[in-house]
């Protein structure tokens, strides 16, 4: 079973400028999920999918990061403009169904540096 | 008080060595508790889950959960070289709509 893909794997840019990546989830995964990792920390999730309806997306910071899922599969998070503070990876991760007993498997990231 | 809390590490221990990795936590509601092992460069990958109190033997892997103390601790048995990863506590709510909370992770080195 092929896992979940993300591109670009590694990303450097200037504030200000604009950048997107994009994450394709295993096969028949309902769920979809961002999250943003900051060196030394745990991922914090951005915003979470069901089919490509939004159901959380409480922590994203709207005014420059932006996410969609238009067909319920594959997703794209843009930020617009970029801060020296969003270099971090930002994971994107798919299960099968909502809630803590569906497990979510991770894709290897985009390491974005912001300069 | 952070919801979660992990001492970042690193810890280095010998190959073959026991490792103790302990986690605390603030919300007394946590009812499944996860951890994830990322190796370096890699996302977090599903480790072991326990769903209340107790222990869960899986391998050389032990998970344990004190509810009563907010406290979850990971043991490895055995430890090898491959071991080497940093492991993330995960509680969680238990209920459809909650969003996993990750503890900043511990950085293991098991030297051979």
């Known amino acids: 079973e092929a896992g979940v893909a993300q591109s670009p794997r590694y990303k450097i840019i200037e504030k200000r400028q604009s950048v997107a990546f994009w994450c394709n989830p295993i096969?028949?995964?309902?769920?979809l999920y961002w999250y943003q990792q900051i060196l030394g920390q745990g991922p914090k999730l951005l915003i979470q999918?069901?089919?490509?309806?939004?159901?959380?997306d409480s922590q994203l910071p709207k005014d420059r990061f932006s996410a969609e899922r238009l067909k319920g599969v594959d997703s794209t998070l843009k930020i617009q403009p970029a801060k020296l503070e969003d270099s971090a990876v930002y994971l994107c991760?798919?299960?099968?169904?909502?809630?803590?007993?569906?497990?979510?498997?991770f894709g290897p990231g985009t390491r974005l540096t912001v300069t | 008080q952070k919801e979660v809390e992990q001492d970042p590490g690193p810890l280095s221990v010998p190959e073959g060595a026991i490792v103790s990795l302990n986690c605390t936590y603030s919300?007394?509601?946590?009812?499944?508790f996860m951890w994830y092992r990322q190796y370096s460069r890699k996302g977090p990958e599903l480790l072991m889950y326990?769903?209340?109190?107790g222990n869960k033997e899986d391998g050389r892997f032990t998970a344990q959960v004190d509810k009563s103390s907010k406290y979850i601790s990971l043991f490895i048995r055995d430890s090898q070289p491959s071991d080497s990863a940093t492991y993330l506590c995960a509680p969680d709510l238990a209920n459809r709509d909650d969003k996993i909370i990750f503890g900043k992770g511990t950085r293991l080195h098991i030297l051979p």
């Open positions: 326990t769903y209340s109190s």
């Open positions: 999918f069901q089919n490509n309806g939004v159901v959380d």
């Open positions: 919300n007394s509601a946590f009812q499944y």
């Open positions: 096969s028949g995964h309902a769920t």
């Open positions: 991760a798919s299960s099968l169904g909502q809630g803590a007993s569906y497990e979510q498997y």
